[in-house]
Every structure is written in C-alpha cells, then in structure tokens.
C-alpha cells in the first residue's frame, strides 16, 4: 500500500468541505434543515471567553472599517457569516489531514473506517449543535438524520479517495494522482457550485424560514405622517444623515448569525419568580394596553466615534409600569431577569422601571410589527443604556431579589452602560454652499446624542480656532439625536474640523479618547478637507 501524504489528506479534506457547506446550505433554504457552520460558529460566540469573542468583533470592525468605511452597521452581519464558513471550511480541511493520518497507521484495515468514524462523530456533533440552536427541524428526527447521513457521506468520500490513493493501480504513478485530485475537485466545485446557486435563489425559505411572499406589508407610520418636529427651524445639511433612521437601514448587533424566528401564534410572555402565580401574555394580550409611541435614538456600545452602529426609530409599546400591578410582586421583588429566545439575558431593577414610565415593552417600529432582526415579537426600551442591556425576542420576566450579570456584562462589558454623550460630523457640503454680504459659507452638519439627557450645545473648532457654537435643530424626541448645523466662513486651502457636544445638564462629552470597551467609546470627531 502507498501511504498518500498529510498535505493530500489536507487538499481533499478541503475539496470535500466546499460541496458538503453547499448541500448543507441548500437543504438549510429549502427545508429548514440546520446550517452547522452558523450553529458552530453561534456555540462558540457564546462558549468563548468575553475577551476571546470581543476581540475577535473589535477586529472584524477594524477590517471593515478599513475595506468599506461607512457601512460597518451592513456588512457586520455577512462578515460574521462569511467567517463562519470559512471557520468551517479550515476544519473540514483539518478533518481531512487527520482523516489520511489515521488511516494510513498500520494497523488501520480500511481507509473507511476512520473515515466513517470521523463522519459520525461530526455529524452527532452537527446535531447537538442543531438543537442547540433550537427553532426548525433541527430539533426534529428528520434533521438529525439528514445530518447524520451529510456528514458520513462526507466522511466516506475522503476515505474513498484516500483508499483510491492508496491501492488503486490507476492511481500509482504521480500524474494520474495528479489527475484524480483533479477530477475530484471538479466534482467538488461542481456540486458546491449548484449547491450554491441553487440554495441562494431557488430557495423556498430564507433563513431557513418559509417566506411569507404573498402577505402585504402594512404601511409604516412614516410613510402617511409628518415628523414631530416639521418645520423645526434649522434645517439638515446635505449629506447628514436621515433624522429618522430607514426601517431597513437600521443597524442590527447580536450574538446570532441568524435571527431567531418567532412564531406569533405559539409565542408567550412568561412572567414568573416572585409572583403570585405564574402569568402569560400573548402579543395580543400586549397590544391591548394603551400604547406608548416613543422616537428613540438606540446606539451599540461597540460603536466608535462617528461610527454607524446608531440609529433612530419609532418605537410602540407598553409601558412596564403598567403590568407590574397584575403580578402580585413578592415583598423581596427587586429585580427583573429578562429572558431570550437566543439565550442572550439582561437584568433591570424595578425600581428604575417604576421611576421612568419610559421602560417599554416594545413591539412595533414605525408602525409596524418588530422586523425578525429587530426582535420580533418583543424587545425592552431602557432610557439612556447602550443596546447591550436593551434585550430583542423577549421570552420571559423573571422576577428576583437580587441583581445578576447580564450576558455582555457577565463577559467584561460596563454594568450601567449608561450611553455616552458624541458628535459626529457627517457632512462638509461644498455642493451647498451659501452666500451672504459677498462671504461664502460652507455647511457642516452631523448629529449629537447623549442618551436621554439631550443635548444643549454643539460647537464647532476649526483649525486651532476657538471653538464655535453650531445650530440645534429640533429633536423628534429628548431621546433621540440631535442634528446640527454650522455655516462656515469658506477659507481655501486644507482645514480640519472638530466637533463636540454638551449634553441638558451642560456637561461636555468626553473629549479624551478611549476605546469601546468597557463603558463605550469617547473622543472628538475631526474631518479634514482641502478647499480650492
Ligand atoms: N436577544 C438579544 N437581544 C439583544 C442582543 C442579542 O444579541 N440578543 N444584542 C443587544 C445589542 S448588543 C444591541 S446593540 C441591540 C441592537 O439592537 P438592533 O439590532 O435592533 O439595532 O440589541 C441588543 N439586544
Ligand atoms: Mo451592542
């Protein structure tokens, strides 16, 4: 017998691994079936240590901040799926390597053997992952079966070709090696190829979800009524961007490579722990309260200066104040956990959520149900808190006497995560020039926030000059941001900008620079441009 090499082992561990994450992917779109790679890479965000996976976020922000600066909010979740596969294809490639290693010991009979084994062991480990994952078939026989059969069909392909290296007399001279690698990675691209294809437009599902093609969406509220504050005296400048974020455009973070998906129909709100008894409500239930209408600015605390993971929104829901008198809250009641359906978890006190009638069991944005990514069917508002503490697809309450870490506070992030005050500056239009007593003015304009404190001044420096106040247009709300204006005395030549901003209470941001991690980015946002 000839023994084929490790790195062969590695090459077709390679070819194998790009026609098994299409045929995976394909039953994924069109049945529903588990996508390992995702479930794979969702586990080890949630297993890795805080540090661990916030680095690696922090770098994937760099790359992109680097590759395509301003749209970090838009490709942070593809990113996250690109690497997912890629993770999945380096161990299929190791599979492979090991897979050659094992059965050319000895004493090993048949390559098939480990080949099958290793097949097994990953497809058990596909399943686990699948169900860890919860929603679908993949919790079902059916789905465990699939995976079990994918990944021993898998497995006993390299240990097919290992055996064809290895005994085949067709096979003994280098260039018919050469030309059997050739044909399988043909077969390979071929498949991964339609699989592929086929899985991203043919698909019946997206996401694994079955599309509901057919039903209208209802109109959202921004399309049939006026912002708050029309005719708000200081206009936008061109190029900042919009007061009321797209529905679309809004930026999304959390620790799933898929949204969960929820079925209205089979969903409840559980409240339970120190209660009288043990309560649920259907959305409908939630809908039936009065209904709060709040715009509201929500920002990541990963988002650095001048970022894009910030955005505004039309928010509609209950207030939590309003359901605490049903529950017969135990004399020790001091704290809410609350539960999602992707496992993710945060902790409010009640004594926060009966001070501010603000803290809101949301359902709606911009007059529509909750998007799936925004957390449909139910997330919390908590006034001035970063979105880490702000939990989408809400499943349960449970009240406590005690506080608890929540998920990213447990991994290392700030306990308050009390949003911090920024200026960003979005826009220097010379396309928007102004002219007044013989002086052009070029105008600058960008947005301020500091959570629900508000923002009472904005100044502009320019160069080493004194700092300059800038207009205040008037907010949708004292939560959301602020968008602001300054003419500026046009001057030829290179010049750079700084912004800064005061919150209600008079307070300067912070104007030193520190990173995202713990508590948020701080630090001034300058741009620099050269006028002819
Ligand atoms: N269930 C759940 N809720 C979550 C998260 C999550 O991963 N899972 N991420 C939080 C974080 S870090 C942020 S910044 C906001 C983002 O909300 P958005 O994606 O709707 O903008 O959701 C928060 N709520
Ligand atoms: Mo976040």
């Known amino acids: 017998m000839r023994r084929p090499t490790i790195p062969t082992g590695l090459l077709v561990g390679a070819l194998v691994a790009a026609p098994l994450t299409a045929v995976l992917f394909l039953a994924w779109r069109i049945a529903g079936a588990p996508f390992t790679p995702f479930d794979l890479f969702d586990w080890l965000a949630r297993v890795l240590p805080g540090a661990v996976v916030t680095f690696g976020i922090d770098a994937m922000v760099t790359v992109l901040r680097w590759v395509a600066p301003g749209s970090v909010a838009e490709l942070a979740k593809p990113a996250e799926q690109a690497l997912a596969v890629v993770l999945f294809l380096i161990l299929g490639t190791l599979a492979g390597g090991s897979i ?17 084994v290793t097949g097994l ?46 005994t085949d007399p067709e096979a003994s001279s280098e260039a018919a090696r050469r030309s059997f690698l050739l044909r399988l990675g043909g077969y390979a691209a071929g498949i991964a190829a339609l699989g592929s294809a086929v899985g991203a437009f043919g698909g019946r599902t997206r996401d694994g979800i079955t599309a509901t093609a ?51 129909a089979d969903w409840r709100l559980t409240v339970h722990g120190l209660v009288a ?47 605490l008198p049903e529950w017969g809250l135990g004399d020790s009641a001091s704290h809410l956990l609350l539960r999602s359906v992707d496992g993710f978890y945060e902790v409010v006190a009640l004594d926060l959520v009966r001070a501010d009638e603000r803290v809101m069991l949301t359902y709606a944005w911009d007059g529509v149900p909750l998007q799936r990514e925004h957390g449909f069917p139910l997330r919390i508002y908590i006034p001035d808190r970063y979105g880490m503490k702000q939990p989408k697809w809400i499943e349960s309450i449970e009240v406590m ?5 929540g998920y990213w506070v447990e991994r290392g992030w700030d306990e308050d995560a009390i949003m911090k ?58 939560k959301t941001w602020v968008l602001w204006r300054y003419d500026w005395p046009y001057a030829a030549g290179p010049h750079t900008f700084a912004v800064r901003c005061f919150d209600g209470n008079g307070e300067q941001q912070v104007l030193e620079p520190s990173s995202v991690r713990p508590d948020g980015a701080t630090g001034v946002h300058r741009v620099t441009r050269t006028f002819a």
């Open 421 to 478: 005050a920024t200026s960003v500056i979005d826009a220097v239009n010379t396309d928007a020039v102004v002219e007044r007593d013989g002086q052009r003015f070029v105008p600058i304009g960008g947005i301020a926030h500091a959570g629900v404190r508000g923002i009472s001044r904005v100044e502009v420096q320019v160069d080493d000059g004194a700092w300059q106040e800038a207009d205040l247009r008037e907010p949708l709300s004292e």
């Open 121 to 166: 062991v990953a497809g058990f480990a596909a399943v686990l992952l699948g169900w860890n994952a919860g929603a679908g078939i993949g919790a079902s026989l059916l789905g465990s079966l699939w995976l079990l059969g994918a990944f021993v069909a898998w497995g006993s392909t390299i240990g097919g070709a290992h055996e064809r290296l290895a």
């Open 100 to 116: 050659f290693a094992a059965a050319n010991r000895p004493d090993t009979e048949s390559s098939q053997r480990p080949a099958v």
């Open 277 to 323: 008894s043990t309560m649920e409500y259907a959305l409908e239930d939630l809908r039936g309260y009065p209904a709060l209408d709040q715009f509201i600015t929500l920002s990541c605390i990963s988002n650095r200066i001048a970022g894009d993971l910030i955005s505004t929104q039309r928010w509609t829901g209950v207030s939590l104040q309003r359901l």
């Open 401 to 405: 006497d005690h506080w608890e870490a």
């Open 214 to 264: 057919d039903v209208e969406e209802p109109p959202t509220w921004s399309s049939a009524n006026p912002l708050p504050n029309e005719g708000a005296d200081v206009e936008p400048v061109a190029g900042t961007r919009p007061e009321l974020t797209p529905l679309d455009e809004h930026y999304r973070i959390d620790i799933n490579t898929v949204s969960p998906a929820v079925d209205e």
